[in-house]
């Protein structure tokens, strides 16, 4: 199978026109002549399109195993590069909150507007308070119950620095930021990682289903055969010699019951066939082609040949991409995983807030939802 002759939608639909296991036991039934609707019915001819196909499918080894290897190398560059992004997604704007000036002038006026609030109170000097508590200033309302305290905090803002009114753009991707969940990233990191494993399984069972073969026919050798010695021991040696004194005695016993001049025709030139040709050679005659001489192989033996060309080609592609990516992919936690925790944990302690691991995108959506109350505020404000 070359996965780079199909394109990445042929490739799902061909994931998911593989037969299932009871169509692949009706398949195989009909195929041994053992189908209980056809008995003695085994010609692939009469079967349908789909049918025929299926047979020419089941043909790959380990099928769903290779579609699966194939889509996860087509789709790992896209996949890492969605991780990417999402990373960014969270590191940039987490690290641009940090450094807006504008945010951190805000953040002093409502600090200031509070203690002024509180003055006289032992809360009426306080060095800061919690980042939550932003989201508390529309509730707060003043005497005539209709202004809030965030609209004071603006219109006071404003009035000190107009550039606030641009605030809420400047801190746009924080929206987006916000509604990423790092489980998400994780699980992500898990998935691309756990896809090379699978090529690495894949590669390992290609590779043991090729010796397998060098193996059985290792097992099946003569035990008293000795590598590369071309000697017989032991009883295979006895054996031989018995068949080489058993044919010389048939060779004389023929020699003598022959006239002369047969005898002497029998030992110098072999024996031939009706057409002329010697035994030996119109043995081999059907399996001869043209006037090269040379042999071909059996429908089967082609088949075996290029069933395994392609596993060795498929192999060799799989090792490929291991080489190239396997190392990227395996420290993924490092360079993606591990940026956007640190990312969060420097957010949380630039706002003296603890980093909480079951909720760590809180400080990110907290200024979200703050700057939310903080668009309509300035809106309202700027109508003045």
Do not use: W
Request: hydrophobic share 40%.
């Amino acid at each position: 199978m070359d996965s780079s002759a199909m394109s990445l939608e042929q490739l799902g639909a061909l994931a998911k026109a593989v037969p299932s296991d009871q169509e692949r036991d009706a398949l195989g039934a009909y195929l041994r002549g053992e189908h209980p609707d056809h008995p003695g019915m085994c010609d692939e001819e009469l079967l349908g399109t789909v049918e025929r196909f299926f047979v020419e499918l089941l043909k790959v080894p380990r099928l769903e195993e290779r579609i699966s290897c194939m889509l996860y190398m087509r789709t790992y560059g896209p996949s890492l590069s969605q991780l990417c992004e999402l990373t960014d997604l969270v590191t940039v704007p987490a690290a641009e909150l940090i450094v807006n000036r504008d945010f951190a002038l805000l953040l002093r006026v409502v600090l200031e507007v509070g203690n002024h609030m509180n003055s006289g109170t032992t809360r009426g000097q306080a060095r800061g308070f919690k980042l939550a508590t932003l989201l508390k200033l529309p509730d707060i309302k003043a005497a005539d119950r209709k202004t809030s305290l965030l609209r004071y905090v603006v219109e006071r803002g404003l009035a000190t620095r107009p550039s606030l009114a641009s605030l809420p753009s400047q801190l746009a991707a924080l929206k987006a930021a916000a509604g990423i969940q790092l489980a998400h990233i994780s699980a992500l990191v898990r998935e691309l990682q756990g896809g090379m494993g699978m090529l690495r399984e894949e590669v390992a069972s290609a590779r043991s289903a090729q010796q397998r073969p060098e193996l059985e026919k290792a097992a099946e050798a003569p035990a008293g055969l000795e590598g590369g010695s071309g000697t017989l021991g032991g009883e295979a040696a006895a054996d031989v010699q018995q068949q080489e004194q058993a044919q010389q005695q048939e060779q004389q016993q023929g020699v003598r019951a022959a006239p002369r001049g047969q005898a002497q025709g029998a030992t110098n030139a072999p024996q031939r066939g009706e057409e002329g040709l010697p035994l030996e050679d119109e043995a081999m005659s059907s399996r001869r082609v043209g006037g090269g001489g040379g042999t071909v192989e059996t429908d089967a033996a082609d088949a075996d040949a290029g069933t395994a060309d392609a596993d060795s080609a498929f192999v060799r592609a799989l090792s490929g991409f291991l080489e190239t990516h396997g190392g990227e992919c395996g420290g993924l936690h490092e360079t993606v995983e591990a940026p956007v925790v640190d990312a969060l944990k420097s957010l949380a302690a630039y706002f003296d807030e603890a980093y909480d691991p079951r909720d760590p995108m809180r400080t990110l959506a907290v200024v979200r939802d703050f700057m939310a109350y903080f668009a309509s505020a300035v809106a309202a404000a700027t109508r003045q």
